[in-house]
């Protein structure tokens, strides 16, 4: 079957770094381009950042500079390390395979996992 | 990069169709048709509905549909059916090789 299944998530206080892991089965993570989604409660998606199959990667503005996504090959799962997080990162986090070429669309979505920046 | 533009609401009985629309502009939308949309329902993760402004993956009804003018997308649902009342997504790649959503549309089946 194929899926994603994100896990990392938790409750970190301003200023401090977590990882977040989304491990994929049933396809090969490096042979797809790779997102990170996210949504703030009652919010809409917000999109986080790309790495292409090649090992090119792309982030938005509000995380450029403190976020990183990276993938593992040999674990088949993608990565997403959050440094310097603010309150307004909290939010659940989707892992998604992009498909259909270079279409940046994305047809498979994990389950998500919660991010509560808080003191 | 500002979100696309959604609206906040639609609605729509059971049988009838409803567009939702999707405002960019010329660095995303009207750039390129890369433009996608995202079904979501409450409390899961979103799904594929139309990619590259008008095509469905293997599995989605027919009865959604997409289109393009200029800088704004459009999203047909016809034959409403009690099952699509649900929140509603449209995104594009952009000029940065960015993706940016849309604010987000809910729809109601009355």
């Known amino acids: 079957e194929v899926q994603l299944v994100e896990t990392g998530g938790g409750l970190i206080q301003p200023g401090g770094s977590l990882r977040l892991s989304c491990a994929a089965s049933?396809?090969?993570?490096?042979?797809?381009?790779m997102s990170w989604v996210r949504q703030a409660p009652g919010k809409g998606l917000e999109w986080v950042s790309v790495?292409?199959?090649?090992?090119?990667?792309y982030y938005a503005d509000s995380v450029k500079g403190r976020f990183t996504i990276s993938r593992d090959n040999s674990k088949n799962t993608l990565y997403l390390q959050m440094n310097s997080l603010r309150a307004e990162d909290t939010a659940v986090y989707y892992c998604a395979r992009g498909s259909y070429g270079t279409s940046w669309a994305f047809d498979i979505w994990g389950q998500g996992t919660m991010v509560t920046v808080s003191s | 990069q500002s979100a696309l533009t959604q609206p906040a609401s639609v609605s729509g009985s059971p049988g009838q169709s409803i567009t939702i629309s999707c405002t960019g502009t010329?660095?995303?939308?009207?750039?390129?048709?890369?433009v996608s949309w995202y079904q979501q329902h409450p409390g899961k993760a979103p799904k594929l509905m139309i990619y590259?402004?008008?095509n469905r993956p293997s599995g989605v009804s027919n009865r959604f549909s997409g289109s393009k003018s200029g800088n704004t997308a459009s999203l047909t649902i016809s034959g409403l059916q009690a099952e699509d009342e649900a929140d509603y997504y449209c995104?594009?790649?952009?000029?940065?090789?960015?993706?940016?959503f849309g604010t987000g549309t809910k729809v109601t089946v009355l």
């Open positions: 010329s660095s995303d939308v009207g750039g390129y048709n890369y």
């Open positions: 995104s594009s790649y952009t000029s940065s090789s960015t993706l940016v």
């Open positions: 790495i292409y199959s090649g090992g090119s990667t």
């Open positions: 049933g396809f090969t993570v490096s042979s797809n381009y």
């Open positions: 590259d402004v008008s």
